[in-house]
């Protein structure tokens, strides 16, 4: 009997080269899963059809002797923001309801081309702009560990598939902390990869210049088995870089320097504050074990990271605010009717756009209006090259940053809905990350128990840019540890 919740990339395409196991089988077993689980977890806002087939063609291929590719036979669950050539992508928003993609994002080519099976979409937070998919026009996703929970946000439906069994693996998207931190309540792995190692080609984008696709996985060695295939250079995205990534690994336990920087666990003047006790037992006991492994921890300081948030909180709406300007009905999804072209954009923008979104669109429009720009957004942009000088000053010390993921687990549905802030404060600790644009992933270090449920909990690692294998080779040795 094969233990389909315990599968991995490597173990799948084992099973399948010895023929014990089929594209079409596992497709089949997705599937049913799907139909039993999703009407009360709402991660899929859609299934497609052709998964079936694709998975055929596959088998065929695998009988035939074909040398296996990277993804040879992987179903996957993507989020709603990434096209797949053909199918319907909405952003979780009313706005692009009946929009169909008229062609494939870079990420969804590339893993094409390497033999991906694409299960469906999955449900997130409007347009990306939330920490818990309540924001989502389609209802909440309910997390797996405990249906009373959120799974956390935005790339919620996408963490809990794969926590769920409902997929093998699936792609998110991480602007502030959407892939990491639904990654950490789901525990399961997420992956933030450099800004510019993968390409935003066919994303719906939230705001530009911190966008990232990244992996969602049961493994830390399924992420860079997925990295691996998505990354690098693309003429359709400018920001894209052509890098040299370090293969194989860089850092062995010998050499290797991990910092804990002192403002996540402080909560005194500088400090980021808001850990719950028990997750930071968590995180120590993750310490100690490193340090077990003959990794030096050393004590390192980020002093702007403090500030982040409110940086955030001006640069993001900003360009999302630009960026949502394109949605008027006149392209894309639904269009109201006016009596003049200012009513028929206004109707449509008003009916199509929930509140989170159109709290940003005013907040963005706001702090790029003339007279403001300076005060708002050029001195956001100041505060972002201070957090960035912050990790390039570390990192001369150390070689990987170890943080908690977030401050607390997974939070109950509705206790934050209505308090946009504490829904804010939940990307304290992943947000830093998007504004240096270093890489970053969490990987699940056990759990802490609330109300008799056992909720996950999220180690983040943060490495230098383009130094995504040192995520992976002391991820890897940390999840060896299921405690
Ligand atoms: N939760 C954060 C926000 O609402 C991050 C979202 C994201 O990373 N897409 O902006």
Redesign the pocket.
């Known amino acids: 009997m094969i233990d389909f919740s315990n599968l991995t990339i490597k173990k799948t395409k084992e099973l399948y080269q010895s023929g014990e196991l089929s594209a079409r089988e596992l497709v089949s077993h997705y599937q049913d899963e799907i139909k039993k689980k999703n009407p009360e977890l709402n991660i899929y806002r859609e299934t497609f059809d052709n998964a079936f087939e694709d998975a055929e063609k596959i088998d065929l291929k695998i009988k035939h002797g074909d040398t296996p590719r990277a993804l040879e036979g992987i179903p996957f669950a993507i989020k709603d923001n990434i096209l797949i050539k053909g199918k319907p992508a909405g952003a979780s928003s009313k706005i692009l309801e009946g929009y169909t993609a008229s062609y494939d994002s870079t990420v969804i080519k590339k893993m094409r081309e390497e033999g991906a099976i694409f299960l469906g979409r999955t449900n997130m937070?409007e347009f990306?702009?939330?920490?818990s998919t309540e924001n989502s026009a389609y209802g909440v996703t309910k997390n797996p560990h405990d249906t009373t929970r959120v799974p956390g946000?935005?790339s919620g439906g996408s963490a809990a598939a794969v926590a769920a069994d409902l997929a093998l693996a699936s792609l998110g998207?991480?602007?502030?902390?959407?892939i990491r931190q639904p990654a950490a309540f789901c525990g399961v792995v997420g992956l933030k990869p450099t800004y510019g190692s993968v390409s935003r080609s066919g994303l719906i984008a939230?705001a530009s210049s911190l966008d990232q696709i990244g992996p969602l996985t049961p493994t830390v060695e399924d992420a860079e088995i997925i990295f691996d295939v998505i990354k690098g250079k693309d003429e359709l995205d400018s920001t894209n870089l052509e890098t040299e990534f370090p293969s194989g690994n860089s850092v062995s336990s010998a050499v290797c320097t991990i910092g804990v920087p002192k403002e996540y666990f402080s909560l005194s003047e500088g400090g980021m504050g808001g850990l719950d006790s028990d997750t930071a037992k968590k995180i120590m006991e993750a310490i100690d074990f490193l340090k077990s492994k003959n990794f030096e921890i050393k004590e390192v300081s980020l002093p702007s990271v403090k500030y982040a948030l409110s940086a955030y909180y001006i640069i993001?709406p900003a360009e999302a605010s630009s960026n949502l300007a394109r949605f008027d009905g006149m392209r894309y999804g639904p269009r109201e009717d006016g009596k003049n072209l200012f009513e028929v954009y206004t109707k449509t923008r008003e009916n199509g756009f929930g509140l989170e979104p159109r709290r940003r669109i005013i907040l963005g429009a706001y702090v790029l209006s003339a007279g403001y720009y300076d005060a708002y957004y050029g001195r956001a942009q100041k505060v972002r090259q201070l957090i960035r000088g912050d990790f390039e000053n570390e990192f001369n010390n150390v070689d990987l940053i170890l943080t908690p993921t977030t401050p607390h687990p997974a939070f109950k549905i509705g206790e934050k809905a209505n308090d946009p802030l504490s829904m804010?404060l939940?990307?304290v600790y992943t947000v830093p990350v998007n504004l240096a644009g270093v890489p970053a992933i969490s990987v699940p270090f056990g759990s802490v128990s609330r109300e008799g449920k056992n909720l996950p909990v999220g180690v983040q690692l943060i490495a230098p840019w383009f130094k995504e294998n040192r995520l992976f080779e002391v991820g890897k040795i940390l999840e060896g540890l299921k405690s």
Not at 128 to 131: D, I, L, V
Not at 173 to 178: E, V
């Open positions: 937070d990306a702009m939330g920490s946000g935005s998207s991480d602007t502030g902390g959407s939230m993001m804010y939940e990307d």
